[in-house]
């Protein structure tokens, strides 16, 4: 069973007597253990897709089902639930609290979870170690480069052992060697613990560490190739 899919997916925004289709009519197929790129020029529809992927907006019309669930018939509590334990989400600016330490950063998704302090430590801790940054901890974001503060943001996205990661431009903030860097660490995760991972990018270097591309122009998909890393 496919793990994420979209039936004619359209999205229509509305600006008084203007009508916007972002979406039109987009439907495809992603697999667990699939690495993805999504490209496109502003106003391509590629953010507007994420944004459904990540259930954080609801299509106008069409299906997406997420580990075959109608996602549309899900309330708002439901919704936050599958973003919780199914989803994780990294951003071109790292998103961290910062008067708040690398660990106490990873903890916070589990804050919803009812899990105990010294597990959610521990579990924090395991996170840290795989995106390489034991012995950082207690650092706090202002101490940290900008390559690291996005392995916290990674290892965030990981402590709830959600399946799939949704990445919006994660090296947009970023030189070239540490890009390279954070891309080489998704692709162990996609290679080694088998995490489907999306990713939204306008560079195609970095489109390149992916298996697959999905290009997008003025809401439609136009293609959807093999990449890169294969």
């Known amino acids: 069973m496919p793990i994420l899919e979209t039936i004619e997916i359209s999205k229509t925004y509305y600006m008084g007597e203007m009508e916007l289709k972002a979406l039109d009519s987009v439907s495809f197929i992603i697999n667990k253990g699939d690495f993805v790129s999504i490209m496109g020029a502003s106003g391509s529809g590629k953010s507007t897709m994420m944004n459904i992927l990540g ?5 106008t019309g069409g299906k997406y089902l997420l580990d075959g669930e109608d996602v549309s018939k899900l309330n708002r509590d439901q919704l936050a639930e599958i973003r919780n334990s199914k989803l994780g ?5 790292f998103n961290l609290l910062s ?13 919803y979870n009812g899990l105990h302090a010294k597990e959610r430590r521990v579990k924090a801790m395991e996170a840290l170690k795989m995106v390489g940054l034991a012995g950082r901890e207690h650092h706090m974001p202002n101490q940290l480069s900008g390559g690291q503060q996005q392995r ?5 996205a990981l402590v709830n052992n959600a399946p799939i990661i949704l990445a919006d431009e994660p090296t947009g903030n970023l030189d070239t060697k540490t890009s390279d860097e954070i891309m080489s660490l998704f692709v162990k995760l996609n290679t080694e613990e088998n995490i489907t991972i999306i990713l939204v990018t306008h560079e195609p270097d970095i489109a390149q560490y992916s298996k697959r591309l999905m290009r997008f122009s003025d809401g439609h998909l136009i293609s959807d190739t093999l990449s890169g890393q294969q």
């Open 152 to 156: 916290v943001a990674i290892g965030r």
């Open 89 to 93: 989400f990294v951003f071109q600016g």
């Open 55 to 59: 259930c954080l907006d609801l299509p």
């Open 99 to 111: 008067r708040t330490t690398a660990i106490e950063n990873v903890e916070l998704p589990m804050l």
